[in-house]
């Protein structure tokens, strides 16, 4: 017979994970000034120490507030700038055949290296900062949709056309939902990688920004206060990440096959 395996119960997972975290902090904390200099790795007390005074004089809000502001300003229009470029050139191959060497050589190019040129193009300040997240996400965005643009089946749209179904009926009814899975699956890969080049664009050129007290805590050499930092970082990327996966996990349904 088959061996099946139980679901796990959701609670379950969750007193173990809670578990394991606990554990791992403890550990973190024992080996912290025993085993490794508290300089190097901190220790969660002090860790906690640093996050209530921030919290308390609430500086901290300054700072993610303007990380915030930047990613999802960048993310924005990288985003509807890829949606847009990848319709547009998924529907147009020859075209796509034209430009896609070019765009393949802007993808590979480190988008960090651009920052200087948007500080000279737009001055060190908000707007340099969001085209620097917005170069990223566009190359996502554009090949996440140019691959569901692809993914359609072709006989499918064939035979709609023969059936007489115009252009823009078969976009709004096939190509959209088809194309969905792919742009969701794009929307939370691009959002990683644009709230990493927030953190790193606020770290090369701002005053304020997660990105900017890690930098600054580094240059104090205050450990407690860049782990301080990387912990508020986790909390935020875990709550902006959770409508995306909402969004990926109900449009699952929606794939169509070949």
Do not use: C
């Amino acid at each position: 017979m088959r061996n099946r395996q139980r679901p796990l119960n959701p609670r379950v997972v969750l007193v173990q994970q809670l578990a394991f975290l606990i554990l791992l902090i403890g550990a973190w904390q024992f080996v912290s000034g025993r085993l490794i200099p508290p300089f190097y790795i901190s220790n969660p007390l002090d860790i906690a120490s640093v996050i209530w005074k921030w919290l308390a004089d609430g500086s901290i809000w300054v700072h993610i507030r303007s990380t915030i502001v930047t990613l999802f300003m960048g993310y924005l229009v990288g985003a509807v700038l890829g949606i847009g470029l990848g319709l547009a050139l998924g529907l147009s191959p020859k075209t796509e055949r034209i430009v896609a060497p070019f765009i393949a050589a802007l993808y590979g190019l480190p988008k960090v290296a651009l920052l200087p040129l948007f500080v000279i193009f737009f001055g060190i300040g908000l707007v340099s900062k969001v085209a620097l997240v917005a170069s990223v996400v566009i190359f996502l965005l554009f090949y996440a949709t140019l691959a569901g643009v692809r993914d359609i089946d072709r006989d499918m749209i064939d035979g709609l056309r023969l059936m007489g179904a115009s252009g823009a009926e078969i976009t709004r009814k096939v190509r959209m939902p088809a194309i969905l899975p792919w742009l969701y699956t794009g929307l939370r890969t691009s959002l990683g990688y644009a709230l990493t080049t927030t953190v790193v664009s606020e770290a090369l050129s701002s005053n304020r920004g997660l990105g900017f007290l890690i930098e600054y805590s580094a240059s104090q050499f205050h450990s407690a206060g860049v782990f301080a930092a990387v912990v508020v970082l986790l909390v935020l990327s875990s709550v902006i990440m959770v409508p995306l996966g909402m969004l990926e996990r109900r449009s699952k349904p929606t794939r169509l096959s070949r």
